[in-house]
């Protein structure tokens, strides 16, 4: 199973950046789609944007689109989330997985990376 690390989460300042990676540990070559979900304290995980491994179509939840911008490396086993103009609600804490079929469920979750925004 492919393991997953995240990083670049840190303490922000509201209308600022901050970018993210998920490292996969070995060649992505069986990924159909990967995606960043974050969990806000005391809130259920949501869904915040995904990329289309083959063709790098992507798709984002409302309240981060126009401010969040998922990319990929296929070359470096990464995917980036670029977050600017962060806001206090985006706070939480970011995971990335794989979904190997558009018919199985995401799974190999990283250990997450804590984003805070200060208002």
């Known amino acids: 199973q492919v393991q997953l690390v995240e990083s670049g989460g840190g303490l922000v300042q509201a209308g600022g950046s901050l970018r993210l990676s998920c490292v996969a540990s070995e060649a992505t070559r069986s990924i159909y789609q990967m995606g960043w979900f974050r969990r806000a304290p005391g809130k259920e995980r949501e869904f915040v944007a995904a990329?289309?491994?083959?063709?790098?179509?992507?798709y984002y939840a409302d309240a981060v689109k126009a401010r969040f911008t998922i990319s990929r490396d296929a070359a470096k086993n990464t995917v980036y989330l670029q977050m600017n103009s962060l806001k206090p609600e985006d706070t939480g804490v970011y995971y990335c997985?794989?979904?190997?079929?558009?018919?199985?469920?995401?799974?190999?979750w990283g250990q997450g990376t804590q984003v805070t925004v200060s208002s």
């Open positions: 990329i289309r491994w083959i063709g790098s179509i992507k």
């Open positions: 997985a794989v979904q190997r079929s558009p018919v199985l469920e995401y799974e190999s």
